[in-house]
């Protein structure tokens, strides 16, 4: 099992930001796919961002320009700074890796074998 920790959710007003965090323990955050995804109540998870290669990133359609997916390899952590958000991305986002790199396949939950608990993000109009 590989230990993902999310950080950095919470509340916010439409229209503001945050940037979630997910530490990494034995296994590098740039060897294979890291992604975050996301499950809003009574609704299945979907993938948000991931890197699909080395420095290849998927982005889903509804989050592109507002979310950029990065991470710090010497922190072993992968970042999402979510801006202008909105009611409807209120969820909870979960970190995922998975054993390699997954090109064209960065937001499919079946690349993925190791996931944090997740951090709840909440939207308020």
């Known amino acids: 099992q590989v230990p993902l920790v999310e950080s950095g959710g919470g509340s916010v007003q439409a229209g503001g930001s945050l940037t979630l965090s997910c530490i990494v323990s034995?296994?590098?955050?740039?060897?294979?796919?890291m992604g975050w995804f996301r499950q809003a109540p009574g609704k299945e998870r979907e993938g948000v961002a991931g890197?699909?290669?080395?420095?290849?990133?998927k982005y889903a359609e509804s989050v592109k320009v507002r979310f950029t997916l990065s991470r710090a390899s010497a922190k072993n952590t992968l970042y999402l700074q979510l801006t202008d958000v909105k009611p409807e991305q209120t969820a909870m986002y979960s970190c995922?890796?998975?054993?390699?790199?997954?090109?064209?396949?960065?937001?499919?939950?079946?690349?993925?074998?190791?996931w944090g608990q997740g951090t709840q993000v909440t939207v308020s109009s």
């Open positions: 890197f699909e290669m080395l420095h290849t990133i």
């Open positions: 995922a890796g998975g054993r390699g790199w997954c090109p064209g396949s960065g937001l499919s939950e079946n690349q993925y074998h190791y």
């Open positions: 034995g296994y590098s955050v740039s060897g294979s796919c």
